[in-house]
């Protein structure tokens, strides 16, 4: 089959891409990893990211790197999969694979994730066969998993425009406008149409990093979230701690998990979330564009779940395990956040997430307690009320319509949000 790749040529804004990709790929070796001198990177990415992946192969062994190994993901042998492999093969994943991976990063490489995937892929296969291959490749990967989850190493995930991608974002356009369009959106949202992206990174880190410590100076027992069809309190972890733009790895690196990435979070108590929420964004899982969720907790946990569209594969996923149910992560975003104001939706959570604030379903970041999570055994963090799942699933709760408050432990309420805004 034909792939139609990215073309990196066309002039669409002050920088042409090809200058933008480079810069882009710059950004993701030294904001993004971080990448030191001798130290190993596993890269992920669909195969039509090829152009960035080479590029960022290129600039991470001018950062020194020892060795760069690079999985490429076939769109064409997914659906094969799906279409003609027997029943049970959809209970089986790599586990050689992911358990290779994790070994890899025990050793210290770095990790690096390219995405780009078609958020329809899925859409018309049997969502029983997806649900069970979703399960079997998250039990496979969780020993890799934890160690992203618990930044045992430096890691971060950019994105390239592919066409399938492109389509989802701009169905209306030809698919060459498309792509560029979308790569445009990339580039802005990355802070690479500037002649000093790794500046421009670092002032947005100093602001993120202005906004985690107010948070954490604060200390609020909870948060809650009030606006149309949502009043929910979150309580937050024991011991917890806020995070956002930069972040030191265990292994001492200094590392931006996320290109790009607006917001500060933190762990919410496993089993201190009550009330209901409506979310303000569709989420795309898995080839379905889950719209309409409406959710109600009770001591932490959902006890029921609707959507106008996608219930059915909503039901799946807080079916998954029991932690599935719960929360993992809490975030706030500004609804004026560039990514907010680009009036799109890219049917990508990496980038949906950045527009407005958030809650994930699942596993919980041990980076978010006290001194980085430093010490803590599992024991220790289920102890604090961190939760635990093969998922992590955020999706959309903020929006202009949205306010915010931080609950002190004595119940005083503080305004941090008005209308999607931060009270200054």
Not at 218 to 237: E, H, I, M, N, Q
Not at 288 to 307: N, P, W, Y
Request: proline share 5%; hydrophobic share 45%; net charge negative.
């Amino acid at each position: 089959m034909n792939i139609h790749a990215p073309d990196p040529t066309a002039p669409t804004a002050a920088f042409a891409p090809d200058a933008r990709l480079d810069r882009l790929a710059e950004v993701a070796v030294r904001v993004g990893l971080g990448l030191q001198p001798g130290q190993e990177l596993v890269m992920t990415a669909p195969l039509e990211a090829l152009p960035l992946a080479r590029r960022i192969t290129a600039q991470a062994y001018a950062a020194g790197a020892s060795l760069v190994t690079t999985l490429l993901a076939d769109d064409e042998a997914t659906l094969a999969r799906f279409k003609h492999a027997p029943d049970g093969a959809f209970d089986r994943a790599a586990g050689w694979l992911y358990e290779g991976m994790a070994n890899a990063y025990r050793g210290g490489a770095a990790r690096l994730a390219i995405s780009g995937d078609d958020p329809s892929l899925l859409a018309g296969q049997d969502p029983d066969k997806v649900a069970r291959a979703n399960r079997a490749r998250s039990k496979a990967y969780m020993p890799a998993l934890e160690l992203i989850a618990n930044f045992s190493t430096n890691w971060t995930i950019v994105s390239a425009a592919t066409p399938a991608w492109a389509r989802t974002v701009f169905p209306a356009l030809p698919e060459d406008e498309a792509v560029a369009r979308l790569w445009d959106a990339i580039f802005a949202a990355s802070r690479v149409d500037g002649e000093d992206p790794v500046g421009a990174w670092a002032a947005h880190n100093r602001h993120l990093s202005d906004r985690t410590a107010f948070l954490n100076r604060k200390g609020y027992a909870s948060l809650r979230f009030r606006g149309p069809g949502t009043d929910l309190t979150v309580g937050l972890a024991d011991d917890h701690e806020w995070c956002g733009g930069a972040a030191t790895a265990k292994n001492g690196i200094l590392c931006n998990a996320n290109i790009p990435t607006e917001e500060v979070f933190t762990t919410p108590h496993r089993s201190r979330v009550e009330g209901h929420v409506s979310a303000t964004k569709p989420l795309s899982y898995q080839g379905t564009l889950i719209d309409g969720i409406a959710v109600r907790f009770a001591e932490g946990r959902i006890v029921d779940a609707t959507a106008r569209t996608g219930a059915d594969v909503l039901a799946r996923v807080i079916e998954t395990d029991e932690g599935a149910r719960r929360l993992g992560e809490v975030a706030l975003v500004p609804a004026s956040s560039p990514i907010s104001a680009s009036g799109l939706l890219f049917c990508n959570t990496l980038y949906d997430e950045n527009a407005a604030s958030h809650i994930a379903l699942g596993q919980a970041y041990s980076k978010c307690f006290r001194n980085g999570g430093a010490g803590l055994t599992e024991i220790d963090l289920v102890s604090r009320g961190a939760n635990r799942s093969l998922i992590h699933i955020d999706w959309m709760i903020g929006s202009a319509e949205v306010d915010v408050d931080g609950v002190a432990k004595d119940g005083r309420a503080e305004p941090l949000m008005r209308r999607g805004e931060w009270v200054d």
